[in-house]
């Protein structure tokens, strides 16, 4: 199973690495889109921009979720650590 996982991430990576074509390029310029070498992974990403922008909150969710990746990286801040309060004391 692990061989079909690492099949399918290779398969997907080169698909989404993929330049548009001329027409899809275009249709992205006529919404507004101005980008230099835009790729699919382009293209998958202005889609789920837009539907994150239309409400769609597992498009919020999964847009957050690629945006906090790029962090991963780094060390926590003091500013996005949870805070837990903890009602200790008695009566």
Known sequence: MRENDKLLYKTMKSILNEKLSDAEVQSLK???FNIKNPTRKTAVMIALYKKAAGGDLSAVKEIRS???????????????RAVVIIDDIGD
């Open 66 to 80: 690629i945006v906090s990746e790029k962090g991963d990286d780094k060390p926590e801040s003091a500013g996005s």
């Open 30 to 32: 006529d919404e507004g």
